[in-house]
């Protein structure tokens, strides 16, 4: 039986997306039509935001920001606010992993994965609400000169440009728009044209969880023409933006214009290193894991370049091709599907370029390398790959490929494993597997990535979260995120006739 979404999309009832402005849903300049990435259906159609659009929802961002008692709501409102859109997400948190898997074909049981769920969303808003009361500053004592006041105080940024990739929608909607809205700014969202329906979901229900009009404003669409007119705008102050490492340069690029303040959080090619003396067959089976269940590699902290000890390298490759061989693709509402579709068509001509070029410059092919056919042939399927023997020079060691493939580097010593980890253009994650723990704290503060695991990974609400390099620029996660959407302001006050 050919795969087909059609009843789950029924179900759901997909209303038209439009876009929000000023409190207002609206129509674009154009339409956007979605077709899924398991089986090439159409899906739904959203409104495409054109530069007017987006001057529009700009503009009541700033308005609501500039003239409107937001930004200086108390902190017990503020917080209570946030409390209320947390425990919407939670209630809706079936709904919102029946869209996604609609949006962009990831399986509803990695939806319940706590860092692929609706949970981590809802976790992040609370939080974000806990910070709302302790935005304070510093009083400082005179440096020299005659007797003064110094204090600092936390205000909100202003209007955010937040944008969203497809990839994780839930936690990456959250990690932007609950620090935006604990710190008092209003946000244009533009949701990944890949991952729409459920975006627009969520913000239905912080408005219906009280958000004013006119704070959160949302404007769809592709990157051009959409994105472009957000991130060129004047009137914004800050963009914050997930996604790959080309947007973050343009975004660098047009923010300079108005110094825009930036938070980039892009792609990586993060390692997985391997000592012989850890459990060898729980690192290989978890670092295929994060490179083929759930989102199929398509993941910025997938640790998709494995770095192993030779006295270790046949026991690591023969559990990631355990895996390799147990991982179930297909139907996303199936239970027993485990991993996603490509995206798009674009995404599976590269990831399948980058598996012929693995083969073209040397590795061993071990597993996996082609598509399936039957059922499966119309959606955008790549099997799990594994590539042995890689130089860490090869194209497959140093792109972030982003799908199912998995290149095993090996190494001799510390060393030979730290160089190779560090020599990359990325800094997003690494894992490190050994059950020495003083080589563990070692090899972790040599190795330049934002995050390490030791003997395992995860993403929580409370942890920074970033890259060193070309992997981004500041973090999400934490109070470094809720600080993120603040500048600091410094307040003087001389106490007698002189300030110095
Ligand atoms: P992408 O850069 O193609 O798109 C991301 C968003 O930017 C989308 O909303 C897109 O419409 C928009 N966009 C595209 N061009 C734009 C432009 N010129 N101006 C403004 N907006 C524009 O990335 P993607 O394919 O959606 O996501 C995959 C990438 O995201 C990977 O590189 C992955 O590693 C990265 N990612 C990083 C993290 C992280 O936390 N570090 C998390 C998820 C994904």
Redesign the pocket.
Known sequence: MTLTVRQHRDDAALKEGLLLVDGQWRQGASTWTHHHPATGEEVGTFAVAGAEDVDAAVRAARRVFDESPWPSMRAGERCRLLRRCSDLLREHADELRALQALDNGVPLSFGTVYAASVDIAADVFDHHAGWIDKAGGDTLPPYQGGDHLAMTFREPVGVVAA??????PFL?FA?KLAPALAAGCTVVL??????TFSVLRMVELLLEAGVPEGVVNVVT????P???A??THPMVDKVS????????R??VE?SAGTMKRVS?????KSPAIVFPDADVGLAGMTTMGMVTLGLSG????AHSRALVHRDAYDEFVGAAEMIAGSVTYGDPFDPAVLSSPL?NAK?LDRVVGFIERGQQEGARLVTGGGRPDGDLAAGHFVQPTIFADVDNAMTIAQQ?I?GPVLSVVPFDDEDDAVRMANDSEYG?GAGLYTSDAKRAFRVARRIRTGTVGINGFNVEPHLP???FKE??LGR?GGRSAFEAYTELKTVLLPLGDEMI
């Open positions: 944008i969203l990739p497809w990839n994780a990456l990690q533009k949701p990944s044209e890949y991952a669409g592709p990157g051009d959409t994105g472009e957000l991130i933006f997930t996604g790959s490492r080309e947007t973050g343009r975004i047009a980039l959080e892009l792609g990586g398509q993941a910025c902290v995206i995404q972030e982003f997003l979260f970033g890259g992997s981004g999400e």
